[in-house]
């Protein structure tokens, strides 16, 4: 007989059945569930295992790489410029948030800085990539727990801010746009207004999201409680960005940090949220979209005139020595460990993601859960698969 | 007491009636694409193209694509002296300039590194076929493309930059 209730026991036992595949007689048949690789609920290739013990999952796993695709390594095989067409392939919401720390990490080794004009363009891009990034995030969550409608309305509303990045870079999701000491190009005519009303959308589908999910009954019935994460324990699995926010950490690296944006000169505030459940991650992003908007509207509003490159040779050869540099990228931190022996090539490339880290508490915070929770927890944690596996 | 609230069902349902109405008086956000066409942006990265004239077969930019998709072979001749009794001047012949579109990564790279101003970007981007191997623009197609370069446009004031011309 079996002790309902004891989960640590029924773990062992539902595991023991899974991996032997033997039928052992128990009051209540473990089943091992696969969530993915393919799968409506998990947005991309994530593999979860959950171990359940009729609707209660008593062990769940991710399993990643069905999408590695190796930027590590292709990494030690391109020249400097030619990287950043490839980091844009990360987080492929954000795409121009990816390439940001990496062209930082490669400026600090070279001792160039970029001119005021290309910093304060780049900042505003990286908080528009993070717009694009979290509007999505904000309709996604809603279908994921059934609401099909708030989806459309971040589509529709992201491609705004997709057009705004297309007209600068030319591209809408991989832009390759920061170079070396600066940036490709500078802004076309009549941008910063058609950026200004864009702002003015996005804040109206801040709005609509308010009315249409956040008071929601059933969306808060579903995500009020459910997947806690306390500080400590969130701290110690290395969450960040809204994640670890949500948890009532008071840590954001673009105040924080202090590396080549100009986060600093801008009058925003960090949000965080005390309770750690999913409403709090959905919350403290939908308050960060707000900010975001607040803070490109400074950005666009002080930006100085000047050139938008330094000089920097045309054939970039990166001094030996070693530089590691992290931004708070959509996802939470990104940094880019990046070894240059004096070469044209880096000679090694650690890409920290943040989506990885995340996604590596789901074994300790689905334990004891029920499975229309995996849901809720899976997209209020938020990865991007591009993200997880590199 | 505090007073009644609306039930979040009910706001939701209004924003949802909202954004019908404007939908139904306003027309939608989406066109139907064959028939309405949405202009992409002046620098929208669609195809690339060659000005055959500025290229010099120098490689540079074979070279420094990421994912090496740019074939070039060309070729040096002597041509007559532009004055009579002088020397004759040596000439860099195109002979094969391809780009296989079904590797690009569409990052511009080639375009940026052109000393000679010889390639552009179009934003056409309708040229998709049926056949992968069709995707191999030779120098040819890839100059039939230079008409759909559109003008660079200005600059946002502030700027320094200098305005780029097109080769017509």
Redesign the interface.
Known sequence: MTALGDTRQLAYIAGQASDARVNVELETEGMTLNIGPQHPATHGTLRVIVKLDGERVVAAEPVMGYMHRGYEKLSEVRTYPQVTTLVNRIDWLGSFANEVPFILAAERLMDVEAPPRAQWIRTALFELSRIANVVLFLGDMGVQLGAVTPVFFAFRDREFVLNQIEAVTGGRFHPNFDRIGGLKDDLPKGWIEETKGVLGRIRTFCDEMEDLVTGNEIFQARTRGIGVIPADVGLSYGLSGANIRASGVDWDLRRDGGVGLVHDQLDWKVWTHPDGDSFARYWVRLQEVREACDMVDQLLDGIPSGPVMAKVPRIIKVPAGEAYVETENPLGVMGYYVVSKGDLVPYRVKIRSASFNNISITPWLLEGTYVPDVISILASLYFILGDIDR | MPAPKL???V??L???LK?MLRTLTRGS?TVQYPKVKEA??????GVITLHEDNCTACMLCAR?C?DWCIYIEGHKYKAPPRRPGGKPRQKNALDRFDIDFSLC?????CV?VCPFEALF?SPEFEYSEPKIADLLHDKSKLGQWMETVPDF?????????KKAKVPR
């Open positions: 039930p979040g069902l706001k939701g209004g924003v949802t954004t956000h992409p942006t002046p620098r929208a990265r420094e990421p990564m569409y990052c511009g790279i940026e970007w446009q200005d600059y946002e004031s502030g700027s320094e930059a």
